[in-house]
């Protein structure tokens, strides 16, 4: 009787484990965050698992648009002052209401995190003040118009003043400050071990469709193919384009998610320095840098055939780029389509800038940071051979390129960038002159350099009016990459999802990997 009984209990246990195992989702990503503290570095991977546990005042939506969050709206009273409505019923984990001085501390901190490789002081710099007029109701200062303060500060965690005075990194990494208002609480985490975070009840937005979570970093995009098919995983990020296909194949097993991105990937330039790094004439003696001429810079776009790359290299999963965003996106131009494939011009710019027999160039780049990242550094340079270049290729792992890519260690380097949500964040990080007083060209790896193009852009990034800012804008754009080709555009990824049958995913423009957009289907 007790041996029967046993087996029933366990028949019971057994046929209710599927009904468990759902309310969980193991999710492959292809890394984990250098750091827990929301504000030690503005990086998308990073961001994306501070939005799980925190919120900040109003949040970007799949597409990127702005919707209520800790706030339930943001607006200019003047264009000097934006006026900030609470929502009610924001709580943090611990149940305390999130108040102005909740805000006026993270607005503090988030710029002026020590040690931190890459600062949320863009976001925070142009504030020069918060002040409570009642308990829901806030207003943010600034020093000058700051169109862009909505979509700055969505990248900007909240966190409580009572856990976060006088809390470091440290304090966030063990999990000790890690007091949100987000839709899940913080489980556990340790450099390069899964991210475990459980759902909160108490969250006051869509509960999330999953209990607990677990983001487990898998490097390797074949690793991560591996571990979907054999279920040690439920969805997994940045798909292989030819696995992509297959899992759109297998219905059956298998479901699929993607959307455009607002990334571009493109070569910057050493535009400034007379000796580059790896510029050679084709002997190998030294040769003043021919990238600071605009006509080499433009033989060396028309040279590139991007619909060749992504057709054949991304197998699809692309888009040719001759913008700085996606089409649609705020900002862009009509007109601004892809280059050319133009050999012939090519070679006449070249041989006019003085170069009719080429140079010596090495093409850096990445070989595990972006969808074959390293296939298309190497198409590009069988390209630039035909042109009648030398050039060789060197690709590093992701941390080792990023490092010396910052150290302005190249002459031609494949990158890629992401703006908010406008086409100024390009702008201002990319092409304005390298300026740390005004924090722009902060990203400008190659110091391209054009007064002109400058005050353009400044003018933009203080204009509220939206069609006078999308003119300015769209006018900076044009001279920067049809006049000057201040970098080389080549293409906008699309963003991809793999999961098990019985998973959703809405994809995202940004391409940030996040629990609460991932659901159930019917089987």
Do not use: C
């Not at 991210?195 to 469709?209: L, W």
């Not at 002459?411 to 390009?426: D, H, I, K, T």
């Amino acid at each position: 009787m007790i041996r029967s009984l046993r087996a029933a209990l366990l028949g019971t246990a057994l046929l209710a484990t599927p009904a468990l195992a759902q309310d969980n989702i193991r999710i492959g990503v292809e890394a984990g965050p250098t750091s827990l503290d929301p504000h030690f570095a503005s990086l998308i991977t990073n961001i994306a698992f501070s939005r799980h546990i925190f919120q900040p005042l109003m949040e970007q939506d799949a597409r990127q648009d702005l919707r209520p969050a800790i706030a339930e709206s943001m607006r200019p009273i003047d264009e000097l002052t934006w006026e900030v409505k609470l929502n009610p019923a924001a709580r943090f984990h611990d149940g305390a209401p999130v108040t102005a001085d909740d805000i006026a501390f993270t607005i503090s901190r988030a710029g002026d995190v020590p040690n931190s490789p890459s600062s949320f002081r863009y976001a925070t710099r142009p504030i020069t003040g918060v002040e409570a007029v009642d308990a829901t109701t806030l207003r943010i200062r600034t020093s000058q118009p700051t169109p862009l303060l909505p979509n700055f500060l969505a990248l900007v965690m909240i966190v409580s003043k009572r856990h976060g005075e006088g809390a470091g990194t440290a304090d966030y990494n063990s999990g000790r400050a890690m007091v949100g208002t987000g839709p899940f609480r913080h489980v556990s985490w340790q450099p390069g071990s899964p991210v475990v975070m459980e759902r909160n009840p108490a969250f006051g937005g869509t509960a999330p469709a999953f209990q607990r979570v677990e983001f487990r970093p898998i490097a390797n995009a074949g690793a991560r193919v591996a571990a979907l098919q054999a279920g040690d995983v439920d969805l997994i990020e940045i798909v292989p384009p030819d696995h992509f296909a297959r899992f759109k194949a297998e219905a059956a097993r298998f479901a699929t998610a993607e959307s455009p991105s607002n990334r571009l990937i493109f070569l910057t330039l050493d535009s400034d320095r007379v000796d580059s790094p790896f510029i050679r004439g084709r002997d190998g003696a030294r040769i003043d840098n021919p990238l600071r001429d605009a006509r080499v810079r433009r033989a060396l776009s028309l040279a590139i055939n991007r619909e060749a790359i992504v057709t054949r290299i991304m197998q699809g999963q692309a888009l040719a780029a001759g913008d700085l965003g996606p089409p649609g996106y705020f900002g862009t131009s009509p007109d601004m389509t892809p280059p050319p494939f133009d050999l012939a011009e090519a070679r006449r710019l070249l041989a006019e800038a003085g170069y009719p027999n080429g140079f010596a160039v090495q093409i850096n780049g990445p070989n595990d940071r972006y969808t074959n990242d390293e296939q298309v550094v190497q198409a590009i340079a069988q390209m630039w051979t035909r042109l009648g270049l030398a050039p060789t290729v060197e690709t590093k792992t992701r941390s080792m390129w990023l490092s010396e890519a910052a150290q302005l260690r190249y002459s031609v380097n494949l990158a890629g960038f992401s703006p908010n949500p406008e086409l100024l964040g390009m702008l201002e990080t990319q092409v304005h002159s390298w300026n740390t007083t005004l924090g722009l060209g902060t990203a400008n790896r190659g110091r391209f350099s054009n007064a002109e193009i400058d005050a353009i852009i400044q003018q933009a990034r203080t204009t509220i009016d939206d069609d006078r800012r999308r003119a300015l804008t769209q006018q900076a754009t044009r001279m920067a990459l049809v006049d000057q080709t201040a970098l080389i555009p080549l293409y906008f990824q699309v963003n991809t999802w793999a999961m098990r049958r019985g998973f959703t995913y809405e994809g995202r423009t940004d391409e940030m990997t996040l629990a609460f957009s991932a659901g159930r289907s019917p089987r």
